[in-house]
């Protein structure tokens, strides 16, 4: 405990004289029998006062005091205050360089420590006194004893603190190399707290820029986590390797700290020199994961525009993540349009059955929407055959098994279809891919009228009628009055249509204003007569 107030009680006379710095009085009340050796409540004499104090005339008057004493002047100058700290050690700490001229002079012990394992040469270093230090380094003092409970050197403390002038005298008598107990080396505490100048001297010095922590870690790996972008470059440009892997379960660069933390000038100057197998190698991990995790849509930005690939490794084992795409669903529930979702959509990501169940199994339909913003559902004949077209119209075109399992989760999400259904139609969707059974039995039924408005409902195969049929019987389905007649010739004419251009082409292209035929059909022609479905039952939440 630090006691920093005066109690009157304890502490001697000849100890305050010496703290005020008044030496006439000091020598006085000795000289009427008063002891310098008397110690307050911390365990401090008059000789510790006068230290940390720097009064060095005081120091002189109890030293010779001491000098003619029976005990002699080493038992005196090197006294222990409760905490271990002698006045050697106070006045180091204080950066008292006079005073501590005349206190080395009288044989004060120069390692002396004290009970947190601090020493004057460590509390100098601390304070950043430079003379201090010089001084001690030049009379012998140990310069590579570790200190607190982390082990530090005296290296370590001075890069920490930024003292610069101070390394450059320490990395001429120091280990450059010497670890904490974390295998911490002092290049990684330069590297960890943006101290770019000791870098540069430790650097300079010999010391080595690819030291791995216990952890595995590197100097390189915490500059990128803090974002030191100058730290960064420093460390590449003297030989740190970008591609040494920095943990011990999983092949971790700094481009993934970089990632992580957003830190984008870092991030951009590692892409150019990291090893482009972190994205897509099997057993690796692409930054992009980490990017989508901490929500870090800058990131994401940059590596896809880099060539990143926006779906990386499959169900990578770190983060649980199938994909980075679903692994951004799945952190942003709330909103599952986030920035990092727009991002890997609109760079093509690969759509799996759990991302289209975000789509498609709920009320909300952003993330539909923005789907189909950015993808093209290819026509039915491409289900026959796995022919992927790159781009569409300027967007990418869905791949056949994404395309399969988009009907597969529809299918299975039939009590959201009012939501999703007039989505995917308008979007050019073959309407006949969704006259399943499954979809006729549990449709409600005014999506069921809707969707049949997109087919020849007189051509149903005899199953699918029969279901129709029960409906009706059971009064689950009231079909629309025109549903009940032969489809009229208009009706049949649009649905040839649709099907000689493409209903892709058809309902998202102005393919249909380049048709001979007047401006008041081309409503008719894409459908846009016939009214959405209306939402009377609830879709369950």
């Not at 009340?29 to 310098?36: E, I, N, T, V, Y």
């Not at 980490?290 to 990143?308: D, I, N, P, R, T």
Request: hydrophobic share 40%; glycine share 6%; with cysteine.
């Amino acid at each position: 405990m630090d006691f920093t107030e005066c109690y009157g009680d304890t502490v001697s006379s000849v100890a305050v004289a010496a703290r005020s710095g008044c030496r006439k009085r000091v020598r006085r009340l000795m000289k009427r029998g008063f002891s310098a050796d008397c110690r307050d409540n911390r365990g401090w004499n008059a000789l510790h006062e006068a230290a940390a104090a720097g009064s060095e005339e005081c120091v002189q008057e109890i030293l010779s005091a001491a000098r003619g004493s029976p005990r002699g002047c080493a038992a005196d100058v090197n006294s222990v205050t409760h905490g271990g700290e002698s006045a050697c050690y106070l006045a180091a700490q204080r950066g008292h360089l006079a005073v501590l001229r005349l206190l080395l002079k009288a044989h004060a012990n120069i390692n002396q420590l004290t009970h947190d394992l601090s020493c004057p040469l460590y509390a100098a270093v601390d304070g950043g006194h430079k003379q201090v230090v010089e001084l001690l380094v030049s009379q012998g003092a140990e310069v590579d004893r570790t200190h607190t409970a982390c082990c530090w050197t005296c290296l370590h403390q001075s890069v920490y603190k930024g003292h610069s002038e101070i390394v450059r005298i320490l990395v001429d008598v120091c280990n450059l190399e010497a670890l904490d107990d974390h295998k911490i080396s002092p290049v990684f505490v330069a590297a960890q707290y943006g101290q770019q100048q000791c870098l540069e001297i430790l650097v300079n010095a010999g010391a080595s820029v690819s030291a791995q922590a216990a952890d595995l870690a590197t100097p390189l790996l915490i500059a990128s986590q803090e974002g030191h972008q100058a730290c960064v470059d420093f460390l590449l440009d003297h030989g740190a390797d970008p591609n040494l892997a920095c943990s011990r379960e999983w092949p971790q660069l700094p481009i993934h700290a970089a990632a992580e933390f957003g830190h984008i000038g870092v991030l951009r100057r590692l892409i150019a020199v990291t090893d482009r197998v972190c994205d897509r190698g099997d057993g690796m991990v692409s930054p992009l994961y980490l990017a989508v995790y901490s929500h870090q849509s800058k990131s994401v930005e940059m590596l896809l525009k880099e060539g990143y690939s926006p779906d990386a490794q499959v169900r990578s084992r770190i983060l649980g993540g199938r994909s980075p795409l679903s692994l951004a669903l799945s952190r942003t529930s709330i909103d599952p349009c986030s920035e990092s979702v727009r991002l890997l959509v609109a760079a093509g990501a690969t759509l799996s059955e759990e991302d289209w169940i975000h789509a498609l199994a709920n009320v909300k339909t952003d993330l539909l929407q923005l789907i189909l913003e950015h993808r093209w559902i290819p026509r039915q004949e491409t289900l026959t055959r796995d022919c992927p077209v790159p781009t569409h119209h300027g967007k990418s075109v869905l791949k056949l098994q994404e395309l399969r399992e988009l009907l597969c989760v529809a299918l299975n999400q039939v009590h959201f279809a009012v939501c999703w259904l007039p989505l995917l139609l308008k979007a050019g969707l073959e309407p006949s891919l969704l006259l399943q059974p499954r979809m006729l039995e549990q449709a409600d039924s005014e999506v069921l009228n809707y969707l049949l408005e997109f087919v020849n409902w007189s051509n149903l195969s005899l199953p699918l009628k029969h279901i129709l049929d029960g409906r009706r019987a059971e009064k689950t389905w009231e079909p629309r009055p025109h549903l009940d007649s032969i489809p009229c010739l208009s009706h049949i004419c649009r649905l040839q249509v649709r099907s000689v251009l493409g209903p892709d082409l058809l309902m998202r292209t102005n393919v249909v204003q380049q048709l001979p035929v007047p401006a008041p059909l081309h409503v008719f022609l894409q459908f846009r007569d016939i009214p959405e479905a209306t939402d009377t039952h609830s879709p369950p939440s």
